[in-house]
């Protein structure tokens, strides 16, 4: 499971123990940034929880012996468009929502109602980025649902698109 980053507009509450006084619950600026009392600005965007609470502790040593800083997110905003997967083309309902552990194809293309009386469900893609570059992955929806065939039932990953085209008449 990979860590979670924190960015612009996830909200973060810092706790310093027994210094109720410094502990706060901020959102992070568009500048990547928090405001924590006696420090000032400090990066936030870009790190992993404990990395900023490692940092903001570090600052704080200059103020407080052996601070014990801890850093929650208490609101994830910033990965509101980034981990999202979407379906579009031939279905019932195009959707975009969050991703979840575990989804796959099958899954998505239930959410979306299936597809319309025009899909051409065994010439669907799963549109991917990987390396900076995006990748076409054939996608063979009609062998999942009416033949069992569960090969091409991928797990979708954050950022994914599923597209479903119109059959040629």
Same mark, same amino acid.
């Given at each position: 499971?990979?860590?979670?980053?924190?960015?612009?507009?996830?909200?973060?509450? #810092?706790? !310093?123990?027994?210094?109720?006084?410094?502990?706060? /619950?901020? $959102?992070? %600026?568009?500048?990547?940034?928090?405001?924590?009392?006696?420090?000032?600005?400090?990066?936030?965007?870009?790190?992993?929880?404990?990395?900023?609470?490692?940092?903001?502790?570090?600052?704080?040593?200059?103020?407080?012996?052996?601070?014990?800083?801890?850093v929650v997110v208490t609101s994830m905003g910033s990965h509101e468009f980034t981990d999202r #997967?979407? !379906?579009?083309?031939?279905?019932?309902?195009?959707? /975009?929502? $969050?991703? %979840?552990?575990?989804?796959?194809?099958?899954?998505?293309?239930?959410?979306?109602?299936?597809?319309?009386?025009?899909?051409?469900?065994?010439?669907?893609?799963?549109?991917?980025?990987?390396?900076?570059?995006?990748?076409?992955?054939?996608?063979?929806?009609?062998?999942?649902?009416?033949?069992?065939?569960?090969?091409?039932?991928?797990?979708?990953?954050?950022?994914?698109?599923?597209?479903?085209?119109?059959?040629?008449?």
């Open positions: 499971m990979n860590s979670y980053v924190l960015g612009a507009t996830d909200v973060v509450r #810092v706790s !310093v123990w027994r210094n109720e006084d410094l502990s706060i /619950s901020v $959102p992070i %600026r568009p500048d990547g940034k928090i405001s924590v009392p006696l420090i000032g600005d400090v990066q936030a965007s870009g790190k992993e929880p404990e990395e900023l609470a490692g940092d903001i502790r570090v600052e704080l040593t200059e103020y407080i012996r052996e601070p014990q800083v801890s #997967v979407r !379906v579009t083309g031939a279905v019932r309902q195009q959707v /975009s929502q $969050p991703h %979840r552990d575990g989804m796959t194809v099958l899954d998505m293309f239930l959410s979306a109602g299936g597809g319309n009386e025009f899909a051409a469900l065994n010439q669907s893609m799963l549109y991917r980025k990987m390396n900076g570059e995006v990748v076409a992955i054939p996608v063979k929806l009609d062998d999942i649902l009416n033949r069992g065939k569960i090969e091409t039932n991928y797990a979708m990953r954050p950022g994914d698109i599923l597209s479903v085209p119109e059959r040629n008449f």
